[in-house]
Structure formats: structure tokens, C-alpha cells
């Protein structure tokens, strides 16, 4: 079974420049995350899709971050205009639909980089 | 004061140690607790899976939460080299939210 496929790896930009990231989920897994992970913490849920619906975009700072579920499947997290405190690892993860003992399957990351 | 607490590390040890690793957290209405395992540049993977107070074994791995003293640990038995990694507790109510501990960064000795 595949699994959560994550690109860019590595991504170099400079501030206030714009960032795509693209996340490819397990087959069949309705529920989608995108997680901030700073150097040293543990990941921060940034937006949780279950199917093309948002669950919880509490945490996602929206005036600089969007993100989208295509069709339900796909998804890709923007920022734009990235600032220096955006580096960090963001990863995605995906699961069967959420309850109490859903396991979450997480991609590799990206690492962000803002210079 | 954070949700979820957790001692960084690092923590060394030889191989063939008892790891006693160690979470605290905040939220009386956390009913739900996981161990996940983070290998440098690679995503988190579960561990361990519990729900509410108790303990639950995994071949090497011990899980145990003490909802009294709102204490969560992981004990790793006769540890590998293969088990050096970072590992991070986790919890949420039921709800959608996992809240992460920072994570403990592990290194077991040959």
C-alpha cells in the first residue's frame, strides 16, 4: 500500500516570496491534516479536511496561509507572503474517516526553509 | 502553559536498557493518548494507542496513563540502537484535535 506522498522534499525561498506544497493522501482515507512542525516541537495542526469540507482550520493563519482539497483527494498548502518564522517541516497525514481510534499516517514532510 | 509537556532530551542510553519516557498534560478532558515515533527527516508513526487510565503492552513497548496525576509514559524494553529516534506523546478528548508533546529525542548505544 502506498503512502502519503508529499513535494516538494526541500523548499528555499525568501521572504515575503510564495510556497506551494503538495500532498497526495492514502487511497480511500476521506480525512486529510496539514501540520506545522517547528525545529525542536511537535506538530501543530494547521487544517483538517474531511472529504472537500474543513474541520478545524483554528490554528491556520489566514491571512498568509490558504489551503485546498481537491475533488477530495489531492490538496495543496499555500503561503504567501512567507515570513522567516514559517521555516519548519510541514507534513501531511491522512486517515480513515476520524473516530476516537482513527490512526493518522503522516508523509515525509516538507522542509520550508524562508531566507 | 502548554497543553501537553515533555522533556526534550536528549536521552542517551546502552543498548539492552529499560527507557522510561514521560509526558505530562493540562486538560482533565483528554481521554485519549498515543505514543508516536519519528525517525530523523521522516514523518511521525504510531506506537501505541490507549484509552483513559491503564496500561497496554506491545512486545517491547509499555504504555501506561494515570489520569489522576494527568501522567503519561512509555517504557521501552531491552532497547535497540534501531529505537533511537524521537518520540512524541500525543492526546486529544474525542474530538478532531491531537495536541503534540515537543517530542524526546532518543539515542540508544551499541
Known amino acids: 500500500e502506498a503512502g502519503v506522498a508529499q513535494s516538494p522534499r526541500y523548499k528555499i525561498i525568501e521572504k515575503r516570496q510564495s510556497v506551494a506544497f503538495w500532498c497526495n493522501p492514502i487511497?480511500?482515507?476521506?480525512?486529510l491534516y496539514w501540520y506545522q512542525q517547528i525545529l525542536g516541537q511537535g506538530p501543530k495542526l494547521l487544517i483538517q479536511?474531511?472529504?472537500?469540507?474543513?474541520?478545524?482550520d483554528s490554528q491556520l493563519p489566514k491571512d498568509r496561509f490558504s489551503a485546498e482539497r481537491l475533488k477530495g483527494v489531492d490538496s495543496t498548502l499555500k503561503i504567501q507572503p512567507a515570513k522567516l518564522e514559517d521555516s519548519a517541516v510541514y507534513l501531511c497525514?491522512?486517515?480513515?474517516?476520524?473516530?476516537?481510534?482513527?490512526?493518522?499516517?503522516f508523509g515525509q514532510g516538507t522542509r520550508l526553509t524562508v531566507v | 502553559q502548554k497543553e501537553v509537556e515533555q522533556d526534550p532530551g536528549p536521552l542517551s542510553v546502552p543498548e539492552g536498557a529499560i527507557v522510561s519516557l514521560n509526558c505530562t498534560y493540562s486538560n482533565s478532558a483528554f481521554q485519549y493518548f498515543m505514543w508516536y515515533r519519528q525517525y530523523s527527516r521522516k514523518g511521525p508513526e504510531l506506537l501505541m494507542y490507549t484509552y483513559s487510565s491503564g496500561n497496554k503492552e506491545d512486545g517491547r513497548f509499555t504504555a501506561q496513563v494515570d489520569k489522576s496525576s494527568k501522567y503519561i509514559s512509555l517504557f521501552i524494553r531491552d532497547s535497540q540502537p534501531s529505537d533511537s529516534a524521537t518520540y512524541l506523546c500525543a492526546t486529544h478528548t474525542g474530538g478532531f484535535k491531537t495536541i503534540f508533546g515537543a517530542g524526546t529525542r532518543l539515542f540508544v548505544k551499541a
Open positions: 479536511f474531511q472529504n472537500n469540507g474543513v474541520v478545524d
Open positions: 487511497s480511500g482515507h476521506a480525512t
Open positions: 497525514a491522512s486517515s480513515l474517516p476520524f473516530s476516537r481510534g482513527t490512526e493518522a499516517f
